[in-house]
């Protein structure tokens, strides 16, 4: 007896969802076109009407005006995008806006308060860690969350954890320097 295999004998339908011709609830209610989406941006919600498609980098950049993360590479390499989410860095060239929404996400622009810098940015600017200054955001960002993730034990494990974030003018070492005075006054702060 001979058995024939066919597409339709393997395709089984999972109990409660749509079937394949059939259009899931929240695809539909969520594209392909507009949607609104609510961001929580450095503590302020804004309310945006984007495609789905767009990445956080491109909302915050094009319909938010927060020009602090860079678009380097737009692939996730380079690291001047980043930002946190909910306290965790994410590239943000990569990361869907829509999937921000219901999380905190900060910015560069959320560090300081008021005129105060934050001790990370004070400390760039003593250590001369910038030169161009297009990576710094994003070297801000990683620098802060790799002290506070505790990645920031010695000058190795600094340009490990740094590592995702490049710098094209070669400020590495002042960079490394500045870390290293804030994980020093934190500590001396405990």
Same mark, same amino acid.
């Given at each position: 007896?001979?058995?024939?295999?066919?597409?339709?004998?393997?395709?089984?339908?999972?109990?409660?969802?749509?079937?394949?011709?059939?259009?899931?609830?929240?695809?539909?209610?969520?594209?392909?076109?507009? @949607?609104?989406?609510? #961001? /929580?941006?450095?503590?302020?919600?804004?309310?945006? &009407?984007?495609?789905?498609?767009?990445? +956080?980098? %491109?909302?915050?950049?094009?319909?938010?005006?927060?020009?602090?993360?860079?678009?380097?590479?737009?692939?996730?390499?380079?690291?001047?995008?980043?930002?946190?989410?909910?306290?965790?860095? @994410?590239?943000?060239? #990569? /990361?869907?806006?829509?999937?921000?929404?219901?999380? &905190?996400?900060?910015?560069?622009?959320? +560090?300081? %308060?008021?005129?105060?810098?934050?001790?990370?940015?004070?400390?760039?600017?003593?250590?001369?860690?910038?030169?161009?200054?297009?990576?710094?955001?994003?070297?801000?960002?990683?620098?802060?969350?790799?002290?506070?993730?505790?990645?920031?034990?010695?000058?190795?494990?600094?340009?490990?954890?740094?590592?995702?974030?490049?710098?094209?003018?070669?400020?590495?070492?002042?960079?490394?320097?500045?870390?290293?005075?804030?994980?020093?006054?934190?500590?001396?702060?405990?």
């Amino acid at each position: 007896m001979s058995h024939q295999t066919t597409h339709r004998t393997h395709t089984a339908r999972v109990p409660g969802q749509p079937r394949a011709t059939e259009a899931a609830p929240v695809a539909a209610e969520r594209g392909p076109g507009t @949607v609104e989406v609510t #961001l /929580t941006v450095n503590g302020t919600v804004h309310d945006i &009407e984007i495609e789905p498609r767009v990445s +956080l980098l %491109d909302a915050l950049r094009e319909h938010l005006d927060i020009t602090g993360p860079k678009k380097g590479c737009n692939q996730g390499a380079c690291g001047a995008c980043t930002v946190w989410v909910d306290g965790r860095r @994410v590239v943000s060239c #990569l /990361t869907l806006a829509i999937s921000c929404e219901g999380h &905190e996400v900060t910015t560069v622009e959320g +560090l300081a %308060d008021g005129d105060e810098l934050h001790p990370m940015q004070q400390a760039f600017v003593e250590h001369d860690a910038f030169q161009c200054g297009y990576c710094t955001p994003g070297q801000l960002m990683s620098a802060i969350a790799l002290i506070e993730e505790g990645h920031a034990d010695d000058d190795a494990e600094i340009r490990e954890w740094m590592s995702g974030n490049i710098c094209r003018c070669a400020a590495y070492p002042n960079i490394c320097s500045a870390i290293r005075a804030v994980r020093d006054a934190s500590e001396g702060g405990r």
